[in-house]
Nanobody, 123 residues
């Protein structure tokens, strides 16, 4: 299971760090991704990290502002979000990739999803 947390309401230009806590001893063998869904829009890819944490991949809209990382000793994946913009407002979901070494931006590669955490950015 995955549990996302850390969302909140901030001003444009502020920062937030989201956390995705996983359960089970096998958490560290899977890649993990973050997706988001804004009101009235489809779910979109944000970032992903491999099981070891040594490779990452970002959507163009967040590259240079967001950083994904993981601490496998704590079964947690983080999404550090800096320079937030109003268009970053969305519910953010973390998800487990069924493959460990892949960097996928399509939802169908992910088999377990957290419940989502809301990020609201005011301009």
């Amino acid at each position: 299971q995955l549990q996302a947390s850390g969302g909140g309401s901030v001003q444009a230009g502020d920062s937030l760090r989201l956390s995705c806590a996983g359960s089970g001893s096998s958490f560290s063998i899977y890649a993990v991704g973050w997706f988001r869904q804004a009101p009235g829009k489809e779910r979109e890819f944000v970032a992903t990290v491999t099981s070891s944490g040594d490779s990452t991949y970002y959507a163009g809209s967040v590259k240079g502002r967001f950083t994904i990382s993981r601490d496998n000793a704590k079964n947690t994946v983080f999404l550090q979000m800096n320079s937030l913009k109003a268009e970053d407002t969305a519910v953010y979901y973390c998800a487990r990739n069924r493959y460990g070494g892949r960097l996928d931006d399509l939802p169908h590669y992910y088999d377990y999803w957290g419940q989502g955490t809301l990020v609201t950015v005011s301009s």
